[in-house]
T-cell receptor
Framework: IAGITQAPTSQILAAGRRMTLRCTQD?????MYWYRQDLGLGLRLIHY???????GKGEVPDGYSVSRANTDDFPLTLASAVPSQTSVYFC????????????FGEGSRLTVL | GEDVEQSLFLSVREGDSSVINCTYT??????LYWYKQEPGAGLQLLTY?????DMKQDQRLTVLLNKKDKHLSLRIADTQTGDSAIYFC????????????FGTGTRLTVIP
């Protein structure tokens, strides 16, 4: 069982470039999330989707966009990367917005120079 | 938004008990979770407790919930070097479009 797959694992990016982090889950979960993890700040929610076709803004959405065209995929796009977006990004999913264990991907480490 | 707070660091000697604490502000939580993150990896669920419970024990892990004080703790008995990791508490609320909130994480270091 794959669970949640994120790609790429690691990426170095020049400032101003566009970047899409991919996230795919095979558990047919309705709810999906993107978090960034920074030292001393823990996990901060960027965007979420409670079901296919809907998305919502989290705590730190500026500079990021998401789409949820189907149940399995939830890509995160940085339209024009800036150094402050250097972070480790985690995709997560759970059965629905109210119940179930939250499953995490292995993370994508992004460095913006 | 919801505030979930944890201490950033904890060090214990191998074989001792570890107690990781968490406080939260919203009393409408349904589930409270403890996640473990090992270096270079994602978070994995350790245990969880329903908000109508006071305690849950699972092998070396004991979760205590004090709803009156909005305080959650995770006790690890006989702590081992493999327990060194970052531990996150998280709260799931009954309502709201975004209803899952994480603490900042506590880095547990086990000294041999």
């Amino acid at each position: 069982i794959a669970g949640i797959t994120q790609a790429p694992t690691s990426q170095i990016l020049a400032a101003g470039r566009r970047m899409t982090l991919r996230c795919t889950q095979d558990m047919r979960h309705n709810a999906m999330y993107w978090y960034r993890q920074d030292l001393g700040l823990g996990l901060r929610l960027i965007h979420y989707s409670n079901t296919a076709g809907t998305t919502g803004k989290g705590e730190v959405p500026d500079g990021y966009s998401v789409s949820r065209a189907n149940t399995d995929d939830f890509p995160l796009t940085l339209a024009s990367a800036v150094p402050s977006q250097t972070s480790v990004y985690f995709c997560a999913s759970r059965e629905d917005r109210y119940t179930g264990e939250l499953f995490f991907g292995e993370g994508s480490r992004l460095t913006v120079l | 938004g919801e505030d979930v707070e944890q201490s950033l660091f904890l060090s214990v000697r191998e074989g001792d008990s570890s107690v990781i604490n968490c406080t939260y502000t919203d009393s409408s939580s349904t589930y409270l979770y403890w996640y473990k993150q090992e270096p270079g990896a994602g978070l994995q669920l350790l245990t969880y407790i329903f908000s109508n419970m006071d305690m849950k024990q699972d092998q070396r892990l004991t979760v205590l919930l004090n709803k009156k004080d909005k305080h959650l703790s995770l006790r690890i008995a006989d702590t081992q070097t493999g327990d060194s990791a970052i531990y996150f508490c998280a709260e799931s609320l009954q309502t709201g479009a975004n209803n899952l909130f994480f603490g900042t994480g506590t880095r547990l270091t086990v000294i041999p």
